[in-house]
């Protein structure tokens, strides 16, 4: 089964500096990855994908993430920190066939605070 | 444009009790899944719909039942609620044979169990 792990429960960074929220994957085939981010009492709001090509992907709000095959990681990035980023980051991989129908399996999360 | 809808955003209920969510996808949208949360913990898939059935599930027990309507919309039923049903519960839409394409969430609706 595929699954993504998310090995920091928290990232703490100052306004202004850069950011990175690890994640590493584990599937058999083309991983389909997917980071989200969720801020208190709301869903789940999307920030980008990577399904195949180039290994840069680039997202909404300034998020960009790294997709390394030979590391199986998938790290998300920020050039530079708003407080307004703090929130709640998940890594998610696509579960199942690709038989149109999107399974999602999520990481556990990493909180994100950015100080002023 | 309509996103993701749910329906109500809190509810308490006591252990044994029944529940229903609701959820109303993004317009466009005509696959529903539905995803449980519990604190701390990443979603959890619970199932998922299309076209009235129930296209995938995840390790949930047959507690756990759904039912989708022909304009799209969908239930979450939940039966002899336990303690450990406390969560968030997130629908998400997508449209079918768009695998690559990312699901759209709601607010979540949050259950209580006392």
């Known amino acids: 089964a595929q699954s993504v792990a998310q090995p920091e429960d928290q990232v703490n960074v100052a306004e202004g500096n850069p950011l990175t929220v690890k994640c590493t994957y584990s599937v058999s085939g083309n991983p389909y990855l997917f980071w989200y981010v969720q801020y208190p009492n709301r869903g789940l709001q999307f920030l980008l994908k990577?399904?195949?090509?180039?290994?840069l992907v680039k997202g909404s709000y300034g998020f960009e993430a790294e997709f390394n095959k030979s590391q199986t990681s998938f790290h998300l990035k920020k050039p530079s920190a708003l407080v307004s980023d703090s929130a709640l980051y998940f890594c998610?991989?696509?579960?199942?066939?690709?038989?149109?129908?999107?399974?999602?399996?999520f990481g556990t999360g990493t909180r994100l605070l950015v100080s002023p | 444009d309509a996103g993701v809808t749910q329906s109500p955003t809190h509810l308490i209920k006591t252990r044994g009790q029944q529940v229903t969510l609701r959820c109303s996808p993004k317009?466009?949208?005509?696959?529903v899944s539905w995803y449980q949360q519990a604190l701390g913990q990443g979603p959890q898939f619970i199932f998922q719909?299309?076209?009235?059935?129930?296209?995938q599930r995840g390790n949930f027990p047959d507690r756990f039942s759904g039912h989708q309507f022909p304009n799209y919309s969908s239930e979450l039923n939940v039966n002899a609620l336990l303690l450990g049903d406390s969560a968030l519960y997130l629908c998400?839409?997508?449209?079918?044979?768009?695998?690559?394409?990312?699901?759209?969430f709601g607010d979540g609706t949050r259950l209580s169990i006392l």
């Open positions: 998610a991989v696509r579960d199942g066939p690709n038989t149109g129908f999107q399974k999602l399996v």
């Open positions: 317009s466009g949208h005509d696959t």
């Open positions: 719909y299309y076209e009235e059935e129930e296209r």
């Open positions: 990577y399904i195949t090509g180039d290994n």
């Open positions: 998400a839409s997508s449209l079918a044979g768009t695998g690559n394409q990312p699901q759209h």
